[in-house]
């Protein structure tokens, strides 16, 4: 059911550009297009595949969680404390990786 709303958002967005091409001199590369269809299509047919097995993995997955901490600060780094990148801590230097809260903030 989500996918075809996508699908309905996909057509009137292909359907907009295809307006807004006609009114304007850009030239767009009909192989590259079609690439990028096929990628958006195969998108589509993946979720549609996995859509009822969400839940289950979803549950799953909250199953497997053995501990929960909740950081706070850090907006230099994606993902605060626990970011692996050790190279924005060399090349950037100065970073804040943030503090671990004993309380769900």
């Given at each position: 059911?989500?996918?075809?709303?996508?699908?309905?958002m996909l057509e009137e967005m292909q359907?907009?550009?295809?307006?807004?091409?006609?009114?304007?001199?850009?030239?767009?590369?009909?192989?590259?297009?079609?690439?990028?269809?096929?990628?958006?299509s195969d998108l589509v047919s993946f979720g549609?595949?996995?859509?009822?097995?969400?839940?289950?993995?979803?549950?799953?997955?909250?199953?497997?969680?053995?501990?929960?901490?909740?950081?706070?600060?850090?907006?230099?780094?994606?993902?605060?404390?626990?970011?692996?990148?050790?190279?924005?801590?060399?090349?950037?230097?100065?970073?804040?990786?943030?503090?671990?809260?004993?309380?769900?903030?």
């Amino acid at each position: 059911m989500k996918m075809d709303n996508f699908e309905r958002m996909l057509e009137e967005m292909q359907q907009r550009t295809v307006d807004e091409m006609k009114k304007s001199s850009i030239q767009i590369d009909k192989d590259k297009l079609n690439s990028f269809k096929d990628i958006i299509s195969d998108l589509v047919s993946f979720g549609n595949e996995y859509a009822d097995k969400m839940s289950q993995s979803h549950a799953s997955i909250n199953q497997e969680i053995i501990k929960v901490e909740y950081t706070k600060g850090g907006e230099t780094i994606h993902r605060g404390f626990y970011c692996p990148s050790l190279v924005k801590d060399l090349i950037v230097g100065n970073l804040k990786r943030g503090k671990l809260l004993k309380k769900k903030p």
